[in-house]
């Protein structure tokens, strides 16, 4: 269907995002910033918008805020100013909340990424801190909606992409690498279905070869990479039939609804006008020392993209591999230890792609109590090294060690697993099965090549699995051909 579209028209994005900053307290109140606490429990008279309730800036929230900035190459602003952007709504009991306008704290900046193994940027037009409204819980089974405040005064960071993104899969790529980064610099937990990470996305069509943009409209309530792809290909679809039959699209907001699968209109579309935004009389202006900058600069973790492309560089791994080993910088610390440790980087790469992640329902998080741990790990990848057990053999091991934590040496020992390398002792079995099994010997001779297999099983099955594979296969070679 999308293909139809991108035939006549282009599709135009921009991604707005709003990340939840991992503070102990609130950007403006002295409350826990929690999450799943008992409704209306983790606020202040500053939550809740009592009269005289006076907001006071969390210092904490600023340097998470500024290590983003300079982690995505931005313009870092020494003097910044908050505002008043007024609006009526339940969850805001102070009619208005307290944001960052036409002074951000950082300008420009850009995010890293790959898409089918090609490197792509996509520039940013700024980033601006701001306080988290309340939520609103919409009982329709009873007929009424509640006002839960715990959310009301999180800090939160909204990152504003330029309109670069011209695909579901980059706008997904995008958002995914930006995420990634926020969770190597730990200043945000990046759940999309706890809403600390949220995502609006504004999307237009225009035809090919033309450069205005066309009129833009606003989804939200995307709560996963999978229903952002959704959102824009419905999107796209809904603005490119109403085109097509002499429509006019209508700059506005729309609420998508996964379970549909399909959007419908919020509101039109505000500007900055409707917002009535003014200077807050009671923060004064933000300022932040170029010192305090540069301090903040040293101190950055290496980056996912800067180490994904050091992991392509250094450790020979594709653009694909890389990016699986960097999911999260535990991941990526698990694999340089055992590649360092053996001194083999495919088998180190290959190995915990293939066998370690399958047992990680979470990449990014799981890897942290995984057993066996990177060291144990390369135990048992030293043992195939050495021919001590073929690689059959290792994955079986490692499956006992996962399951019984207990060492590679203790489990060989324990279960006599080890390979045996013996060429005398491997021809006497190789011997034994093809004089077992004529008939076959004699189809292989007359050109089924396939019985070659057959002959391999029966030799290691004789061997209980722990026959050099290298050494049976040679031997084999020599005497299957008589």
């Known amino acids: 269907m999308l293909e139809k579209v991108l035939e006549k028209y282009e599709l135009v994005m921009g991604l707005e995002v709003h990340a939840q900053l991992k503070t102990k307290t609130k950007l403006m109140s002295p409350a826990p910033n929690a999450y799943g606490e008992e409704p209306n429990t983790a606020v202040s008279t500053v939550c809740t918008g009592m009269p005289g309730a006076l907001p006071t800036l969390n210092r904490a929230a600023v340097t998470e805020a500024l290590k983003t900035a300079l982690a995505l190459k931005c313009d870092v602003q020494t003097l910044s100013v908050f505002s008043r952007k007024h609006y009526f709504y339940p969850d805001l009991p102070k009619g208005y909340q307290i944001s960052q306008y036409d002074r951000p704290y950082a300008l420009k900046g850009r995010v890293v990424f790959y898409l089918n193994n090609e490197r792509r940027e996509i520039n940013l037009t700024r980033i601006h801190m701001e306080e988290d409204a309340g939520k609103n819980l919409h009982l329709d089974d009873q007929g009424i909606s509640l006002v839960d405040l715990n959310r009301s005064s999180v800090p939160l960071i909204e990152i ?44 237009s069509l225009r035809p090919r ?41 209508v700059q506005e907001t729309r609420l998508w609804d996964a379970d549909q699968n399909k959007s419908q209109s919020m509101r039109s579309k505000e500007e900055a006008a409707d ?22 600069r040293k101190e950055l973790p290496e980056l996912p993209i800067d180490k994904m492309e050091r992991f392509i560089k250094e450790y020979h791994r594709s653009a694909y591999d890389a990016e699986v080993l960097t999911t999260s910088s535990d991941l990526a610390d698990y694999f340089e230890t055992v590649a360092k440790a053996i001194k083999d980087d495919q088998l180190a790469s290959n190995f915990i792609q293939t066998n370690v992640l399958a047992h990680i329902p979470n990449v990014e998080t799981g890897i942290q109590k995984f057993y066996p741990d990177a060291k144990s790990l390369a135990d048992l990848l030293m043992k195939v090294q050495d021919k001590t057990l073929s690689l059959n053999l290792a994955k079986d091991v490692f499956e006992i060690m996962r399951a019984e934590k207990k060492s590679a040496a203790a489990i060989i020992q324990e279960k006599n697993l080890s390979q045996v390398n013996d060429e005398s002792a491997l021809l006497a079995v190789v011997e034994k099965v093809i004089q077992e099994n004529p008939k076959q010997l004699a189809d292989f001779r007359s050109g089924k090549d396939k019985l070659f297999g057959f002959f391999m099983g029966q030799c290691q099955k004789a061997l209980e699995g722990k026959g050099s594979p290298a050494t049976l296969k040679k031997l084999l070679d020599e005497k299957l051909k008589g």
């Open 209 to 249: 070869g033309h450069e205005k943009f066309g009129t833009r409209v606003e989804l939200k309530n995307i709560n996963s990479f999978r229903n952002l792809e959704r959102a824009i290909i419905y999107e796209a679809q809904r603005q490119y039939d109403s085109l097509e039959t002499g429509g006019k699209i």
């Open 160 to 203: 504003v992409s330029e309109p670069e993104l011209r695909s579901p899969p980059e706008a997904v790529a995008y958002l995914k690498a930006l995420r990634s980064v926020l969770r190597y610099l730990d200043v945000c937990d990046g759940n999309l279905e706890e809403g600390n990470f949220r995502c609006d996305a504004n999307v």
């Open 275 to 296: 917002y009535r935004y003014m200077p807050e009389p009671d923060l004064l202006p933000l300022t932040i020392s170029k010192d305090v900058i540069e301090k903040a």
